[in-house]
């Protein structure tokens, strides 16, 4: 069955520590993103990427970084500069994150909930 | 600035009692409006793509529809399973936006039997 994994379900931070949370996909999608997501807020974009070892900021990006060393990897480390951890992670990806296919449906892993201890 | 303004913030329904849920969207050109279902705990689940004024989609008890202004999503009779929080996306066309999607905060559907 293909689909977007993201582990682990819950993540707890203590302070000053980094944290990474995995994304793995299986659709041989192209662009992979990650959100986050918080009560009464849209998705934010935090980062995205189009292709392997490419990626871009997105709207929120200071206290996050990624690497995409893989086309079905994309993790998030939240950083220690991240002084407002605490939210819902959201993984996606689409078949192609540019040109004519650009406006694929982008299509969702089940979230990482992270809370700051 | 693109903006996405979803209505109302919460909805509450007897089963069977249809409705209609609105996007509003400001953007500097619409390559496409998304919508997508999202179940407490879960990530959201892809519903409808809708690319240009005058389209509509329907999938069991959801029909999208789309205008140059907004988009609604009507539920038909719906049934406690549909209840969820359905969030609406928009997707611009201008060269800087590549596969960003604009979300709107989602509007809360509660189903009572």
Redesign the interface.
């Known amino acids: 069955d293909g689909g977007i994994t993201q582990s682990p379900k819950y993540l707890f931070r203590k302070e000053g520590q980094n944290v990474t949370l995995s994304c793995e996909q299986n659709l041989n999608h192209d662009a992979m993103y990650w959100y986050r997501q918080d009560p009464g807020q849209g998705l934010r974009l935090i980062y995205y990427s189009q292709i392997v070892n490419d990626f871009q900021k997105g709207d929120i990006a200071e206290g996050y970084s990624v690497s995409r060393e893989k086309k079905e990897s994309f993790p998030l480390t939240v950083t220690s500069a991240q002084k407002n951890p605490t939210a819902f992670y959201l993984c996606a990806s689409s078949i192609s994150g540019g040109g004519e296919s650009s406006n694929q449906p982008q299509h969702f892993g089940d979230g990482t909930r992270l809370s700051i201890l | 600035e693109d903006q996405?303004t979803q209505s109302p913030e919460a909805l509450r329904l007897q089963e069977g009692e249809s409705s209609s849920l609105n996007c509003s969207y400001t953007v500097s050109g619409l390559?496409?409006l998304?919508w997508?279902r999202q179940d407490p705990?879960?990530?959201?689940?892809?519903l409808f793509?809708l690319?240009s004024a005058g389209e509509e989609k329907e999938k069991e008890r959801l029909k999208a529809t789309l205008t140059k202004k907004e988009s609604f999503l009507h539920i038909t009779a719906p049934k406690p399973e549909d209840s969820a929080t359905y969030?609406c996306?928009v997707?611009a066309s201008s060269t800087d936006s590549?596969?960003?999607?604009?979300?709107?905060?989602?509007t809360q559907v509660v189903v009572t039997p």
Do not use: H, I, N, S
């Not at chain 2, 705990?41 to 892809?46: A, L, M, Q, S, T």
């Open positions: 996405v390559r496409g998304f997508y705990g879960k990530g959201p689940e892809f793509t690319y969030l996306a997707q590549w596969g960003k999607l604009q979300f709107g905060a989602g």
